[in-house]
């Protein structure tokens, strides 16, 4: 098979290495963590939320599934899948850690391109919502069973948490993900290997303009691209990806608005007036920078 679970996991209480025994991942000190019926983990101690439910909400992570199914973005997974397996050794297993992997999408994308290509992945998609893990997790089930049987397990391993402490142990990982995402340089730089390479994929000035520019009444100037790698990285380069997408019907667009910030940015008369839209026709701009972890 050529997707497997990534397993390097760490005590979110302590650090200490977790064992998986039975349906629960267990670390030295005793702490315990069950697994959901859906096939996910939680090591998201209560003590490190912000508030009692984080993250995207139900109604948001089925409005991106939606969207992200239709494909519209598939040009984005495709470069992210191919930048993820360049360079990989053949033969060798490649971990990657997808860190705020929503409902999956990229992951899904990324373990087909592997399996064409018969290559080795070790994965795991981590977020902060519970309603985005838990979606992930139960279709990742669901494909599993459908191919394998009622006994069948997760591809991957899911896990509700936070990357400002990754719950996973230190130089284990080949690939890290940050997909429009709120990256915390230091601990992406703890779990990579030296050598390993961080992705990161963020919104360009033209991303999504033609909709920005019904629901706000002027758009505010492009904050200028950070250029200088992050502490403990080198950058390998970064380049841009544009296509435009059409979306035929209301609800597509509300979906689309739904999964992006400008959904609580915009004023109840912006939002008004994209609800009023049938169709629009927008530009996709997304920036994808690459930078490899530094030996120390």
């Known amino acids: ?54 993250g995207d909400s139900k109604e948001m992570v089925a409005a991106r599934r939606r969207f992200l199914e239709a494909g519209h973005y598939k040009p984005i997974a495709d470069a992210v899948a191919q930048a993820v397996l360049a360079g990989a050794v053949p033969g060798r297993t490649l971990t990657c850690l997808d860190a705020g992997c929503g409902e999956g999408y990229y992951l899904r994308q990324l373990a087909a391109a592997a399996a064409a290509e018969a290559r ?17 997790a139960k279709r990742d089930l669901q494909d599993a069973r459908s191919q394998a049987g009622a006994s069948a397990s997760p591809s991957t391993t899911w896990i509700v948490g936070s990357n400002a402490g990754l719950p996973v142990l230190p130089a284990t990982l080949d690939r890290v993900l940050c997909m429009f995402g709120f990256p915390v340089y230091p601990e992406f730089a703890r779990v990579l290997r030296p050598g390993g390479v961080l992705l990161q994929v963020d ?39 544009r296509f435009q997408i059409h979306v035929d019907g209301a609800a597509p667009i509300a979906d689309l608005l739904a999964m992006t910030p400008h959904l609580y940015r915009a004023t109840a008369e912006g939002r008004a007036r994209a609800a009023a839209l049938t169709a629009l026709t927008m530009r996709v701009d997304v920036r994808r920078a690459r930078y490899r972890r530094l030996t120390d």
């Open 120 to 136: 080795p992945l070790a994965l795991a998609g981590l977020d902060i919502s519970k309603w985005a893990v838990q979606a992930a």
């Open 1 to 54: 098979m050529s997707v497997s679970p990534f397993t390097a996991l760490a005590c979110p209480l302590d650090g200490a290495p977790l064992q998986r025994s039975g349906a629960s991942w267990r670390c030295a000190d005793g702490h315990c963590f069950d697994i959901a019926a859906q096939g996910y983990v939680n090591l998201l101690p209560v003590q490190n939320k912000r508030s009692r439910d984080p």
């Open 203 to 241: 919104a360009g000035p033209d991303h999504l303009r033609e909709l920005r520019e019904v629901i706000y009444p002027t758009l505010k100037p492009e904050r200028p691209a950070a250029r200088q790698a992050p502490p403990g990285f080198e950058p390998l380069g970064t380049d841009t990806l």
